[in-house]
């Protein structure tokens, strides 16, 4: 099993920036990957970036160039630097870990942009 622990996420005004975190705990070895996921009301859970073990990054073409994705994994965390946010970032966002064949995900942090 792997628990998933997200924090930083609150309120905003738009242009300003906020850092989120992931911590994981439990059986960590053979994650292949980490990521994060948002989900605004009424709308699908959609990827925001991804990290692999092996360090590589992927993104949302609509957060390029503002948010950054990185890992530590001396603490076993996952983090999503996100500047310049827009109200359109308004959402729940989920960390996410792929382990083996199985999909893990934190509970969620609500991120409010205020325009």
């Known amino acids: 099993q792997v628990q998933l622990v997200e924090s930083g996420g609150g309120l905003v005004q738009a242009g300003g920036s906020l850092r989120l975190s992931c911590a994981v705990s439990g059986s960590i070895l053979s994650i292949i990957a980490m990521g994060w996921y948002r989900q605004a009301p009424g709308k699908q859970r959609d990827l925001v970036a991804g990290i692999t073990s092996g360090g590589r990054s992927n993104y949302a073409d609509s957060v390029k160039g503002r948010f950054t994705i990185s890992r530590d994994n001396a603490k076993n965390t996952v983090y999503l630097q996100m500047n310049s946010l827009k109200p359109e970032d308004t959402a729940v966002y989920y960390c996410?870990?792929?382990?083996?064949?199985?999909?893990?995900w934190g509970q969620g942090t609500q991120v409010t942009v205020s325009s």
């Open positions: 996410n870990v792929l382990r083996g064949a199985t999909v893990y």
